[in-house]
């Protein structure tokens, strides 16, 4: 254990206390730097003292009487080596701020007019006397600053973009862009209604498929099953179709026929799915030599709505269905797909005759609003042994009030 220390105050007629020295505004790293301090001090009483450090065109100065812990007494122990004891004489602390030359070389105290001006004068602080970490978050604020002059162009696009959505329309409740979606209704008082079949097939439109309308309205059981045995048309149709004809619909004639309208209207739209979901470009008028049972009514309506407003005036062009159209065209049928199944339908059966995976099914669905659930089911296993169930799962597509959208995700964070 080491010998204590005995301290005594000092007996001197100084009237000056030893000075210490504090920096402030950054970190003065000498050998860093490569800058040699030269210190200077000057009294005026014993209470008032300036200490000065210059370092090339960076002036630390500070007086012992001008801050507000200059009323603090500290103390300095001085002993000399080998003794055990102590001198203790006064000190006074000197914060010591920087002060740069001006353009003529003149030693001047700083003074900033903005705030920009001061955050300057600490870069070249920092610049001259700072450390390595205290420099790098220099950079990194330096690279994250926000120039007005170059967000001029910028505001601009905002601006027009936002007189754009204006034009547009944005969704009243959430302030978002209206969503790429068929006719609809958001507030519905029945989930037939949020894409009512009347906005979704036109008035020339249901001329056209007027007289295949009826054909499916006199539909006999042993048609119907024929149709199912061949696969002449989907499940959900044929199922739609025995309901409203063989099972003794309640419904009445005017609701009837819009239902088959709608189923209708499904078969020739999965015409045109299975016709363009491979071309990536397609002339109207091969579209018609190829698909000569597709009414022109409908046709119109596919070139207008979802390829090119003007494709009508050249039948000749190519014209292609960019992806937001492509998405919309899916949307449609998936829509009278839910009309044809009571606002059900299921993934597997729809994936199927549309051409897409399920995955991409039920992303679709949920588009519109609907909401897919899975159900397990028990099948016998086709190996293994008899009598072995296994569990699979089937996923349903339904319409349901309130629509249920998928929340809008952001970038990254």
Do not use: C
């Amino acid at each position: 254990m080491s010998n204590p220390i005995r301290l005594k105050a000092a007996k001197t007629t100084d009237k000056v206390d030893i000075p210490l020295v504090k920096f402030t505004q950054g970190d003065v790293l000498v050998k860093r730097a490569n800058r040699t301090l030269a210190f200077a001090m000057n009294t005026a009483s014993s209470t008032q003292s300036l200490v000065t450090a210059k370092a090339g065109d960076v002036t630390y100065s500070g007086q012992s009487g001008d801050d507000t812990l200059h009323g603090q007494r500290y103390m300095v122990a001085v002993r000399k080596k080998g003794q055990d004891k102590a001198t203790l004489f006064p000190a006074r602390l000197h914060l010591l701020r920087p002060n740069i030359k001006g353009e003529h070389g003149e030693s001047q105290a700083a003074k900033f007019e903005s705030y920009d001006q001061i955050m300057a004068a600490k870069s070249r602080l920092t610049e001259a006397f700072g450390g390595k970490k205290v420099k790098a978050a220099l950079h990194a604020r330096a690279r994250g600053k926000l120039v007005a002059e170059a967000l001029q162009p910028v505001s601009g696009v905002l601006g027009d973009a936002l007189k754009t959505a204006k034009a547009e329309g944005l969704d009243q409740k959430t302030g978002s862009m209206a969503r790429n979606l068929p006719p609809h209704d958001l507030e519905p008082p029945t989930p037939e209604l949020a894409y009512p079949l009347e906005k979704l097939i036109s008035s020339a439109e249901k001329a056209a498929i007027k007289p295949l309308v009826k054909a499916l309205g006199k539909a006999t059981d042993s048609e119907i099953q024929q149709w199912r045995a061949n696969n002449v048309y989907p499940d959900i149709v044929i199922n739609a179709i025995r309901r409203l004809t063989v099972a003794g619909s309640t419904l009445g004639k005017s609701e009837k026929t819009r239902k088959l309208e709608g189923l209708q209207y499904l078969l020739e739209l999965l015409k045109l799915r299975n016709y363009t979901k491979s071309r990536k470009a397609m002339k109207p008028e091969e579209i018609q030599q190829d698909l000569p049972s597709l009414p022109d009514a409908i046709l119109r309506k596919f070139l207008t709505t979802f390829v090119d407003s003007d494709a009508l005036s050249n039948m000749s062009k190519l014209y292609r269905l960019s992806d937001k159209n492509r998405d919309l065209f899916v949307l449609y049928i998936l829509v009278l797909f839910l009309h044809a199944g009571n606002m059900k339908a299921s993934i597997v059966e729809v994936s199927r005759e549309v051409g897409l995976s399920e995955a991409k099914t039920m992303t679709y669905f949920r588009a519109l609003g609907a909401t897919v659930q899975a159900k397990r089911t028990h099948e016998e296993a086709e190996e293994g042994a008899p009598g072995k169930k296994k569990g699979t799962k089937r996923y349903t597509a339904t319409l349901k009030l309130p629509l249920a959208f998928p929340r809008r995700k952001g970038g990254r964070k």
